[in-house]
């Protein structure tokens, strides 16, 4: 924990980390300041305030493209344990849908299934609509849904590629542009869920790979044409989740090239998700890898 000294000629701050009681797992700082001292000023000593920094999403409207499932329904729960009212958007799992919404209704959250094939641009454009329909308005995107094939570039054929730059690239660019028309001057938040390998792109999953460093040039030219009342970041991932349809068993020789080595939790994915949506109101165009620095190997 860190500490300063009262003695310091510049600033003492007490911090003390302080989990809330609703989630153990959540470490954003209480900080207090009690003994400020500016030097070359009048000495400033005492108790100025207390900020208690846990993230509130109280009265928000929240859209999470592939929520019906895993990362997606994680940050789902998350915002609506927090306040925030919510779109489950699915394209396939209906019953994983509906069970969310009922899950979330039991705790007096306000959750709506919406179905949308974002391989189908036009679907992109209505699920915007009709999520504004039912919670009227959103001020939280996050661009979840995703297709991960495991094709190298001959295997890739212009159906493949077509498919992946569709669901992975030109829906979160229609969804952020239809999200920003309808706030209209509005304050919100997107977040573009990418990958490491965005940044640094091999040969393995090419046409996914290529998308997501589209998405993360995206979420940089957002953050630039939606600023200043549209804050857009990016969360790169590394290995959180085994691939859609690999079951729970979680391959270890994927994290031979993972410094932390450990796979990342989801607990941590969702945490740094509410801090890119919910922490410092200055933080815009910035890619957060949260890979255990898979992306500096
Ligand atoms: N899991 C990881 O370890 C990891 C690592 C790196 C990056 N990421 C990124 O993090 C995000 C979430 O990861 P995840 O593993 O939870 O994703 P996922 O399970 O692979 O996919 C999430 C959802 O995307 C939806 N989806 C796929 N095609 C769609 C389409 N045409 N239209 C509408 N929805 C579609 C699916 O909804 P339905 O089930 O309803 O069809 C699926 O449940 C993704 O963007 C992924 O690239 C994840």
């Known amino acids: 924990m860190p500490s300063f000294a009262k003695s310091d000629p510049c600033i003492a701050l007490n911090l003390t980390l302080a989990p809330t009681p609703i989630e153990p797992a959540w470490r954003w700082f209480n900080v207090s300041f009690r003994h400020v001292r500016f030097t070359g000023h009048d000495p400033i000593v005492g108790t100025i305030g207390s900020m208690n920094q846990s993230p509130d999403f109280q009265g928000r409207k929240a859209l999470v493209t592939g929520s019906a499932k895993r990362l997606g329904r994680a940050f789902t729960e998350a915002l609506a344990a927090r306040g925030a009212q919510v779109i489950v958007h699915y394209r396939s799992s209906s019953e994983e849908a509906e069970s969310l919404v009922e899950q979330l209704a039991s705790q007096g959250a306000r959750a709506v299934p919406l179905k949308a094939d974002l391989g189908r641009p036009e679907q992109a454009l209505t699920l915007v609509e009709q999520a504004v329909e039912a919670l009227g308005g959103l001020d939280i995107l996050v661009n979840s849904a995703s297709i991960f094939e495991p094709l190298t570039l001959m295997e890739t054929d212009l159906a493949a590629w077509e498919r992946n730059l569709t669901v992975n690239l030109t829906a979160p660019f229609l969804l952020s542009q239809a999200f920003a028309r309808q706030l209209d001057g509005g304050e919100g938040a997107i977040v573009n869920m990418l990958d490491w390998r965005a940044l640094r792109p091999g040969d393995d999953h090419l046409p996914y790979t290529i998308a997501k460093a589209g998405l993360a040039a995206l979420t940089r030219s957002l953050a630039q044409a939606l600023a200043p009342n549209i804050r857009v970041n990016g969360l790169a991932l590394g290995a959180i989740l085994p691939p859609s349809g690999a079951g729970a068993q979680k391959d270890d020789t994927i994290i031979q ?25 200055y933080v815009t165009g910035e890619i957060l890898h949260l890979d255990g620095g898979r992306h500096l190997v």
Do not use: H, I, K, Q
Not at 257 to 269: C, I, K
């Open 257 to 281: 090239d993972v410094p932390a080595g450990r796979w990342g939790s989801v607990e941590e994915t969702v945490e740094a998700l509410l801090f890119l949506l919910g922490g410092p109101a």
